[in-house]
């Protein structure tokens, strides 16, 4: 458990300011942008669903998440990890619709903090 929170706090806190850095700041980053720049930071990509849904849209996100996580279970180990959330604080209650389909609305843009 403690590489999975080391690895959170590191997406959290670290990969933002190097994505913004090399493709400009953006509410979210394509899945390309998000693996070439952790494995140039030489980030753990065991936990990299972490990042998709903190930093990319919601499409990709649901494509590359384990099926036996939820962005309700993933917000709440981020919180835990952080102190800070993803779902409303950090994005607005729009974000975070809580409905049936995984936290998510048709509306949302993906992640970003």
Same mark, same amino acid.
């Given at each position: 458990?403690?590489?999975?929170?080391?690895?959170?706090?590191?997406?959290?806190?670290?990969?933002?300011?190097?994505?913004?850095?090399?493709?400009?700041?953006?509410?979210?980053?394509?899945?390309?942008?998000?693996?070439?720049?952790?494995?140039?930071?030489?980030?753990?990509?065991?936990?990299?669903?972490?990042?998709?849904?903190?930093?990319?849209?919601?499409?990709?996100?649901?494509?590359?998440?384990?099926?036996?996580?939820?962005?309700?279970?993933?917000?709440?180990?981020?919180?835990?990890?952080?102190?800070?959330?993803?779902?409303?604080?950090? +994005?607005? /209650? %729009?974000?975070? $619709? @809580? *409905?049936?389909?995984?936290? +998510?609305? /048709? %509306?949302?843009? $993906? @992640? *970003?903090?």
């Amino acid at each position: 458990m403690f590489g999975k929170n080391s690895t959170i706090r590191k997406y959290k806190y670290k990969l933002r300011p190097a994505l913004a850095k090399r493709y400009g700041g953006s509410a979210t980053y394509t899945k390309g942008q998000v693996d070439k720049t952790i494995d140039e930071m030489g980030f753990d990509k065991r936990h990299i669903h972490y990042a998709y849904l903190m930093y990319c849209d919601v499409a990709t996100f649901k494509a590359n998440t384990p099926v036996n996580e939820s962005s309700e279970s993933m917000n709440n180990t981020i919180t835990s990890v952080t102190g800070v959330g993803l779902f409303g604080a950090l +994005f607005g /209650s %729009s974000h975070y $619709g @809580g *409905g049936g389909d995984g936290g +998510f609305s /048709s %509306s949302d843009s $993906g @992640g *970003g903090d």
